[in-house]
């Protein structure tokens, strides 16, 4: 191990004892990586032209050569005259990812694990945790395999698209911001193909992730699963990426009973990330705390100039208007909604943890909430020549957008890997009805949609999402859902391509920023071990858009999301309610 002394302008050996001590009692006790073998020989930095080592009669002589050149304490190997990091191999028993990486010391270059089923883990000493430009600095983070990452095959979790797919020239963007801000990519998480809709069921070439709660036999959610459940499972990880197109962040952190971000469509780039949709797509993050959530945020989320998608020629047409909205942590909700249409079909003891955390958030913001039904407010006040039935009007917008966007976006892969192997790429059966389905869909109907989703997104802007307004909805399932569960008919399938309203349609459609928080559990009687098991109850937060005006004409877009003043709102109010810093790892969160 090696041990910086530099600042000492004085050395001897009862000095050198005396901080070897304490300096190593401290290594022990806040890295999980370094383990006491390392302190059978210790190396010390001192001055560019003093190097002394202490305890080290079996070091090779000239080792003194190197110290200089170490850039951080920690552990390290000798082999040869070369030291080297260390990594830990941390089993991936809940099947979360795709495979482990090895970062390199300049943070620009990656590699793929050699060892199958193990995630190695660099020690947290070789990063400095008080860098004010770096507050991420060694955060440990999963990678959705979605998003490139420079000389790394980007997968999809789809064995054909990975053997189409040449290594990543560069990272995306969203993934070199946490780079820059000191974080440590340590694994691929593994995605329902394409990042698709499926039940844990519905996966078939690959192994569904297993969400670590209860019996370990619950669904973990959609296509971000193995980014949740990473978080959920293992506490030698600190972050995972994820996206959400039609609530791949707010299903999975609530199945999985963590804390998790989808925020305003257009804060985040894109560049880089496998598409669903340019109008639905997202990355997002999960944690444990909601302290955790908040630090990378507050500088992930600062907003960024972007290069815009691009506007359909079929839209050239269509005005786009955003509002543009600042806001600071000290401003309190003035108004908190709940949806008649959200909490119908949820059990009792899920609305008594929704409702316990309800009444914190009112005590915190000195407002009751009001409840809410989003069809008396449409037919009121909905847009001239639209149905006065909200449900009837969006039914299948969401749907057809993420599906029509989907199928074109992967028509290039299905040609390229034709001409490749003059064979067809093969997926799971999920995936390819939805290719079957999406290509039904016509030109005007795709145009019909993006139009449906403006209106509607203006309509919750002026209309409900006002004056700091805050939405709160239940997360999650209603019951336990299983991972044996198979979508086995068409009525199955379509449940997962977006049609209808579900309580994803504010944030998905309104393009607005969405919190989950795991709030409670609730007893359920196991069909697998047949015993008590506990279930993750979550509430997710919807906040009023904070987008700044688009212009079509110009090639930039510039975001101020409200994103950072939900959270930062939603972390006082976790606070003063007492509640548990974060939740644990495993079968139960508290």
Known sequence: VQIDISGLTSINSTVIESISKDRISSFLSRDDVIHESFTKHLLFKTSPDVQVSWGSDNLKEGLSHFQSDLPREGPYLLIGTTLHKVYKLYPDVYNAFTYGILQSGDLSSFGKSPVEGYIPVPSR??????????????KRIAVKDIYDIQGLVTGASSQAYARLNKPALKTARCIQDLLDLGAIIVGKAKTVQFASGMTAGDWAETPCPTNPRGDQQLDPGCSSAGSAASVAGYEWLDYAVGSDSLGSMTGPAANCGIFGIRPSTGILSNDGALPVSSYLDTPGCFARSITDLSLVTSRWLQGQSLNHPGIPSHLAGIRFQYTRARLTIEQKPTRILIPEEAIQIFVRTQLDSFGGFLAELERHCAVKSTTFSLADRWESKRPPKTSSSVENYIATTVAHIQLYDSYHNNLKFRTDYMAAFDEKPSVDPMVQFKWDLASKLSDDQYKEACKEKMIFKEFLEKEVFTDRTIMILPGGYPGPSYRDEVSRTDEQRMKWQGYGLQNTTFSVLGGLPAVVLPVGERIYKSKFSGRDEKQPISVMIV???????????????????????????????????GRPSSVKVGTSMF
């Open 125 to 138: 000493l070789y990063h400095n945790k008080n860098d004010i430009q770096k507050p991420l600095s060694g």
């Open 543 to 577: 906040g009023p858009c904070g987008k700044s005006l688009l212009k079509v004409r110009e090639t930039k877009l510039t975001v101020e999301g409200s994103d950072n003043w939900l959270v930062g709102c939603l972390e006082k109010v976790w606070k003063e309610s």
